[in-house]
């Protein structure tokens, strides 16, 4: 069942179905203008999905729901406008579409055989997974197929994390050794590979696939995707970095010290800002992931949200808004709206964000109806 919350009431608290016809009335009665979705999966095996829809007034209306998908961890997890994909110990991969709210199993994805470590959904239609098995495997969904398994030498150590250029013609694979694979996606084909330091262990495109980016504990390297050559250094003095999240033009970033690092990326690959909060953060984070949008409004401002799951098993979810502005008078200090908070009973190890904004149909009813089943996101 979906109940209607808000970012003030605990999620799990007693009574929560109670809440009132007029209130939730009252927060759905105009047409959503954009859904966040938050999707986090558990050492339990549950994949919990939170979804807040914003209406045309610009209140919030949080929804919860729960789905028991495994026995063993879920480890890897990545969502979309229409979609999250799950996978863990028990080397399946399962694909839940938002639309389709009554099927508890969704797709089944079975071809790896290793733990699932890392998932990314690139375009409506594709999915690629890796997995302690030395395979990078490329899906296609509805229909499902299996399109590429990208094999990779055991010397170069598991795959870590892995990032699709926005083209959708390239893969970068970050592994344990340090190495780089870069890998055509429509052939299948390994095209080279570059060593750099052990210790890295995020990877993503900036700036529309022009840059991209090594992470590790002790600072954050940008290259550039023609010449790979090094184009900055990000670094916080004193701190370790334990989490690391980006969008096109941003890099985020939580320290043990429990700072939360924004820095600006510019057009040429260097840091055009850095804002940074020191008290937003009261626990130690396990994983991040952040999601973009477009206001719509006539400015069509950026807006950035970042959802965090922390090791006491709180979650989070921010938002990033008018950062150019800030960069721009040379700002310090970043103060990101709380959108959520809230402590699962469950033990949390990923969590993923996406936001889409359209016109969608004001939820009327928690049971399925000719009205929400048209309801999908594309």
Same mark, same amino acid.
């Given at each position: 069942t979906w109940d209607l919350l808000s970012p003030s009431i605990e999620m799990?608290?007693?009574?929560?179905?109670?809440?009132?016809q007029k209130r939730k009335k009252a927060e759905i009665s105009e047409d959503c203008q954009e859904i966040?979705?938050?999707?986090?999966?558990?050492?339990?095996?549950?994949?919990?999905?939170f979804e807040g829809r914003r209406n045309a007034s610009g209140e919030l209306a949080w929804d919860q729901r729960k789905h028991k998908l495994s026995d063993h961890s879920l480890g890897a997890i990545c969502s979309n406008s229409s979609k999250f994909?799950?996978?863990?110990?028990?080397?399946?991969?399962?694909? &839940?579409?938002?639309?389709?709210?009554?099927?508890?199993?969704?797709?089944?994805?079975?071809?790896?055989?290793?733990?699932?470590?890392?998932?990314?959904?690139?375009?409506?239609?594709?999915?690629?997974?890796?997995?302690?098995?030395?395979?990078?495997?490329?899906?296609?969904?509805?229909?499902? &197929?299996l399109l590429h398994s990208l094999k990779y030498?055991?010397? %170069?150590?598991?795959?870590?994390? &892995?990032?699709?250029?926005?083209?959708?013609?390239?893969?970068?694979?970050?592994h344990s050794s340090g190495c780089v694979n870069f890998w055509n996606l429509i052939t299948g084909h390994h095209e080279y590979q570059k060593q750099f330091e052990a210790g890295f262990t995020k990877i993503g495109f900036l700036q529309g696939g022009n840059y991209f980016y090594l992470a590790s504990e002790k600072f954050i390297a940008l290259y550039s995707i023609s010449a790979e050559e090094e184009t900055c250094k990000l670094v916080q003095e004193g701190e370790k970095l334990l989490a690391v999240t980006h969008t096109n033009t941003l890099i985020v970033g939580v320290t043990d010290k429990n700072s939360f690092i924004v820095w600006g990326i510019g057009k040429e690959g260097k840091e055009e800002g850095k804002?940074?909060?020191?008290?937003?953060?009261?626990?130690?984070?396990?994983?991040?992931?952040? %999601?973009?949008?477009?206001?719509?409004?006539?400015?069509?401002?950026?807006?950035?949200?970042?959802?965090?799951? &922390?090791?006491?098993?709180?979650?989070?979810?921010?938002?990033?808004?008018?950062?150019?502005?800030?960069?721009?008078?040379?700002?310090?200090?970043?103060?990101?709206?709380?959108?959520?908070?809230?402590?699962?009973k469950d033990r949390p190890t990923c969590i993923s964000i996406s936001s889409a904004i359209g016109k969608f149909k004001a939820i009327t009813s928690?049971?399925?109806?000719?009205?929400?089943?048209?309801?999908?996101?594309?």
């Amino acid at each position: 069942t979906w109940d209607l919350l808000s970012p003030s009431i605990e999620m799990e608290k007693e009574g929560k179905e109670k809440l009132s016809q007029k209130r939730k009335k009252a927060e759905i009665s105009e047409d959503c203008q954009e859904i966040i979705r938050v999707s986090i999966g558990s050492y339990e095996g549950n994949a919990w999905v939170f979804e807040g829809r914003r209406n045309a007034s610009g209140e919030l209306a949080w929804d919860q729901r729960k789905h028991k998908l495994s026995d063993h961890s879920l480890g890897a997890i990545c969502s979309n406008s229409s979609k999250f994909a799950i996978g863990g110990y028990e080397e399946r991969i399962q694909v &839940m579409f938002w639309s389709d709210k009554e099927n508890e199993d969704g797709v089944i994805l079975e071809e790896h055989k290793g733990t699932i470590t890392s998932l990314k959904l690139w375009d409506p239609s594709y999915l690629i997974s890796t997995a302690e098995d030395l395979l990078i495997c490329v899906w296609k969904l509805r229909p499902n &197929m299996l399109l590429h398994s990208l094999k990779y030498k055991k010397t %170069a150590g598991n795959c870590v994390d &892995m990032t699709v250029h926005p083209s959708g013609k390239m893969l970068l694979s970050l592994h344990s050794s340090g190495c780089v694979n870069f890998w055509n996606l429509i052939t299948g084909h390994h095209e080279y590979q570059k060593q750099f330091e052990a210790g890295f262990t995020k990877i993503g495109f900036l700036q529309g696939g022009n840059y991209f980016y090594l992470a590790s504990e002790k600072f954050i390297a940008l290259y550039s995707i023609s010449a790979e050559e090094e184009t900055c250094k990000l670094v916080q003095e004193g701190e370790k970095l334990l989490a690391v999240t980006h969008t096109n033009t941003l890099i985020v970033g939580v320290t043990d010290k429990n700072s939360f690092i924004v820095w600006g990326i510019g057009k040429e690959g260097k840091e055009e800002g850095k804002l940074v909060n020191t008290k937003l953060i009261k626990a130690k984070i396990r994983s991040i992931s952040s %999601a973009s949008s477009t206001e719509v409004t006539k400015e069509k401002k950026n807006k950035h949200y970042i959802s965090c799951v &922390m090791v006491n098993g709180e979650i989070a979810v921010f938002e990033l808004k008018d950062l150019d502005d800030r960069f721009e008078k040379k700002k310090k200090i970043v103060n990101p709206g709380l959108l959520l908070h809230t402590k699962m009973k469950d033990r949390p190890t990923c969590i993923s964000i996406s936001s889409a904004i359209g016109k969608f149909k004001a939820i009327t009813s928690h049971k399925k109806t000719k009205e929400t089943e048209q309801d999908q996101l594309t």
